[in-house]
């Protein structure tokens, strides 16, 4: 799961522009995504936006909101990206090929900041952060529900076969169920070997 972020570099310290909350988020990002949640302090966040400690402050209520403010900026990126995908004039079979293409692409050979930030929150913040939690499965089942979607418009135009005894939204909960602990295993492994195998899978069933 990718989403392209604003901020372009974390180490060294950068003037704060306008949008100072914007570039609050752009760097937390980075390194969360780079770092994980609880090995990324304000100060750190901070020094390396280069803005004030009150900045953070008027916009954020404590670091726990931040990482939750940054878990909805990412799913509204997502969510354009997941439309623009949607509005494509190709077959619902090509827009599922194509979801799945990018995140196969974008996890493969190690994990960057503008790769795992689901990745690595989901198997970090669940049992320390309720907010985060929350966040991150309504992020998930947006995601779900747009790939239920584009499976019943597959099997309305028949370019996705049609399995007996099984919804559309169990097939997508399936799908994605598997992309994410197949992720997270890659990232455990440090191979591509469990990315390939769900592609094979997902591909298969997809008709491809």
């Known amino acids: 799961m990718s989403v392209t972020t604003t901020a372009n570099n974390t180490t060294n310290k950068t003037a704060a522009p306008l949008d100072t909350k914007e ?3 752009a760097i937390g990002y980075q390194l969360i995504a780079q770092k ?3 090995a990324v302090g304000i100060k750190q966040i901070l020094d390396t936006a280069g803005v004030p400690k009150g900045s953070f402050y008027h916009y954020f209520a404590s670091k726990e909101a931040f990482g939750e403010a940054i878990i909805n900026h990412y799913f509204g990126n997502y969510k354009n990206r997941l439309n623009a995908i949607g509005s494509q004039d190709d077959s619902a079979q090509q827009k599922l090929y194509d979801y799945f293409q990018n995140w196969y ?3 493969q050979n190690g994990c ?3 790769k795992c930030l689901v990745v690595k929150l989901s198997a970090e913040v669940a049992d320390i952060s309720e907010p985060m939690r ?3 499965h309504a992020g998930y089942q947006q995601t779900i529900e747009w790939l239920a979607v584009q499976i019943k418009a597959g099997w309305a135009d028949g370019s996705v076969p049609h399995p ?7 097939m997508a909960k399936r799908w994605y169920f598997a992309w ?3 992720s997270l295993i890659a990232k455990i492994s440090q191979t591509n070997t469990p990315l390939a ?3 094979q899978m997902t591909t298969t069933q997809m008709g491809r």
């Open 23 to 25: 570039h609050l988020l």
């Open 36 to 38: 994980g949640f609880t």
């Open 105 to 107: 692409d974008t996890q």
């Open 112 to 114: 960057d900041h503008e």
């Open 134 to 136: 929350i966040a991150l």
């Open 164 to 170: 007996d005894n099984i919804a559309a939204e169990s």
């Open 180 to 182: 994410l602990g197949a």
């Open 197 to 199: 195998e769900v592609w």
